[in-house]
Nanobody, 120 residues
Framework: QVRLVESGGGSVQAGGSLTMSCAAS????MAWFRQAPGKEREVVAT????????WYSDAVKGRFTLSRDSDEFTVHLTMDRLKPEDSAVYYC?????????????????WGQGTRVNVTA
């Protein structure tokens, strides 16, 4: 049974920072998605296991940083210079595939979702 446990998130003023973590029960290709009210779920960042550089969506590139612990079980999403439009429920996702996909359908396992609220 694959388990993903998210932590972090919360509320912050625009320009502030938050960090979220996702602890997996194994080593997987990981991603963060987000879904704002009335919008489709969108990919934020991805990272494969066994090394590899993270990938970021244009909306967060330069502001968000995705990293993983040396044991590769846990990933961290550090979000800087947050904007109100970053407000959403953020989901950690995991896939057994080696190539980090950018669509939700390619991820087999999902975290419980963590709300991020950025106030103007």
């Amino acid at each position: 049974q694959v388990r993903l446990v998210e932590s972090g998130g919360g509320s912050v003023q625009a320009g502030g920072s938050l960090t979220m973590s996702c602890a997996a029960s194994g080593r997987y290709t990981m991603a963060w998605f987000r879904q704002a009210p009335g919008k489709e779920r969108e990919v934020v960042a991805t990272i494969r296991y066994r090394g590899g550089r993270p990938w970021y969506s244009d909306a967060v590139k330069g502001r968000f940083t995705l990293s993983r612990d040396s044991d590769e079980f846990t990933v961290h999403l550090t979000m800087d210079r947050l904007k109100p439009e970053d407000s959403a429920v953020y989901y950690c996702a995991a896939s057994v595939g080696l190539t980090p996909a950018r669509v939700a359908e390619e991820y087999e396992y999902w975290g419980q979702g963590t709300r991020v609220n950025v106030t103007a």
